[in-house]
């Protein structure tokens, strides 16, 4: 399972559950598996045949409320902000909390933990993509935005609102991105102007290169050059 460390890995291979998770995000998703690993510790607080193995969100809310009940009688704690990444399968979340269940049950730190960030939104695997591969307005709130968490809170206004700081985060990376670019087509048009001074320039391009400099976007305009193409005259044929 990718994104573990080897000694947690090694460690839920030794619980022996019951189906041995193959995808972290889906598979702890419900709840069943970690209260599973907690039943290996504690198997008189954790009665497995009390949870659900169900995908339906109501079954996953009643899981995860006996787990939250039985760890605060056990004076045990996850963090709140993970279990609720986890339920909602947002990226990253069940892989952090995995190790962190790992650290409770065992008090022993994963040897290569992963960074304790906890913004699951999918900003880092976009910015690894080029400009044009990279979604939408419309699949960023689809992306940031689960069914699952509606669900949870089917309030429209406080949706919205979800929707409106995913779609404004969307458009500050994507001016940033356009702004970064930009600056790199400036410094490569300062860069040919300075490689050809003293050398024999165009006049119509040198032009062109100053006036993408003068312009706002630095290097947006596009310059365009009408070519006269001379093709031979067709010659009808001869009506009968």
């Not at 039943?39 to 787990?67: C, L, T, V």
Request: include cysteine; charged fraction near 25%; charge should be positive.
């Amino acid at each position: 399972m990718t994104g573990l460390p080897r000694d947690v890995t090694r460690w839920l291979q030794g619980l022996e559950l019951t189906v041995q998770p193959m995808n972290a995000r889906r598979d702890f998703s419900s709840g069943y598996h970690v209260a599973e690993m907690f039943s290996r510790y504690y198997p008189r607080d954790f009665e497995m045949h009390s949870y659900s193995k169900g995908a339906s969100f109501s079954a996953k809310q009643d899981n995860w409320n006996k787990i939250r009940r039985t760890l605060q009688k056990l004076r045990l704690h996850l963090t709140e902000k993970l279990v609720y990444g986890t339920i909602h399968c947002k990226p990253g979340a069940a892989e952090l909390l995995v190790q962190q269940v790992y650290f409770v049950l065992t008090k022993h730190r994963p040897r290569t933990a992963q960074s304790p960030e906890l913004d699951f939104s999918d900003q880092k695997s976009q910015q690894l993509l080029p400009s044009v591969a990279r979604s939408t307005a419309t699949s960023a709130v689809k992306s940031n935005l689960r069914k699952s968490e509606i669900m949870a809170l089917p309030d429209i206004l406080t949706n919205g609102r979800r929707a409106e700081a995913i779609i404004g985060k969307h458009l500050q990376d994507k001016i940033a991105d356009r702004t970064a670019t930009d600056c790199g087509r400036s410094n490569l048009v300062r860069s040919r102007l300075k490689q050809t001074t003293g050398q024999n320039l165009g006049r119509d391009e040198r032009h062109s290169l100053e006036m993408c400099l003068q312009s706002p976007l630095s290097g947006a305009v596009v310059s365009y050059k009408t070519i006269k193409v001379n093709q031979p005259a067709r010659r009808l044929p001869q009506s009968c």
